[in-house]
């Protein structure tokens, strides 16, 4: 048997949400040990022409979501960019979450093998829908995630390898 496409979509959308809210949730708590603002946190980059902390989980969770809607056939969830504190970044997980979630699995289904057509920039580009959800949606969703505990462990934060990959 084979896994369906809704199956890996949410299966590993869970997994790594699930595992960045909990990271973010660490960071939280070592901020408030440290007596540092979430904004100073927040705002961490490693290089001045990247993206902050914050920026990387709203466009995971983005990622996620919109992934999940072009997937089903639905129309593009918004969610404005407006997070400033840890507790707002974990809600945006969790709102990312709940989208994906409720997603209707034969609607996500029914386009594994038909051509979506992908904005990328000034260009649209045709994807099978399998091939969108592995080599783009997911590729996308963990580089930002990535960059959100990698920016928290830089900062101090103690995470291992298992906060990455398990969910609390």
Known sequence: MTDTLSYVLKTSI???LGATRSTLRKGEEHARTLGVEDSVMLAARLYPDML???RQVQIACDNAARGAARLAGLDMPSFPDTETTFQELMSRCEAALAFVNATDDA???ANELETLQ?????QT???QGRQYLTSFVLANVLFHATMTYGLLRHQGVVLGKRDFLVPD
Request: glycine letters at 6%.
């Open 107 to 109: 609607s996500i289904n």
């Open 52 to 54: 902050p902390l914050s």
């Open 125 to 127: 580009v045709p994807m």
């Open 118 to 122: 992908i904005p990328l920039g000034p």
């Open 14 to 16: 869970n997994q790594i």
